[in-house]
C-alpha cells in the first residue's frame, strides 16, 4: 500500500476514534459541542485513549519515514544533478579546447595564405 493511502487511512480511524458521536443530522461543531457538554464514561477513556495514543504514534512513524523517503530522494536527485553537471562541464570543455585548435589553425593556414 503507498504511503499516502496508510497516513489517509490511519487519519480516518484517529477521525472516527475522536468523534464518538452518534449519526444524525448534526454538524461537525454541533457534534464539538455535544461532545464537551457530555461526560464520558471512564471505563471508556482508557481504551480510547490507548487508540488514539497508539494511532498518534503510528501517523508519527509514518511521517518519519516519508521524511526519511524524501530525504533520500532529495540526495538522490543532487547526486543525480552534479553528475549531469558535470558532464556537462567536461563536454563544453572538450568543445573549447576543439574551438581552440581549430581556431589556432585557421590563424595558421591564414599566415601560409598571406606568405
Known amino acids: 500500500m503507498n504511503i499516502e493511502a496508510e497516513i489517509r487511512e490511519l487519519k480516518l480511524r484517529m477521525a472516527a476514534l475522536e468523534v ?19 461526560v464520558i464514561p471512564a471505563h471508556n477513556c482508557t481504551r480510547h485513549e490507548n487508540d488514539r495514543d497508539a494511532l498518534h504514534r503510528e501517523v508519527n512513524d509514518g511521517f518519519t519515514a516519508l521524511n526519511v523517503e ?10 543525480h544533478f552534479a553528475c549531469a553537471t558535470s558532464a556537462a562541464w567536461a563536454h563544453y570543455e572538450s568543445l573549447h579546447r576543439a574551438l581552440t585548435d581549430l581556431t589556432h589553425l585557421v590563424e595558421r593556414l591564414m599566415k601560409h595564405l598571406d606568405a
Open 20 to 38: 464518538d458521536v452518534p449519526h444524525g443530522a448534526r454538524t461537525t461543531r454541533r457534534r464539538a459541542r455535544s461532545r464537551r457538554r457530555h
Open 70 to 79: 524524501i530525504v533520500g530522494i532529495r540526495r538522490q536527485e543532487s547526486d
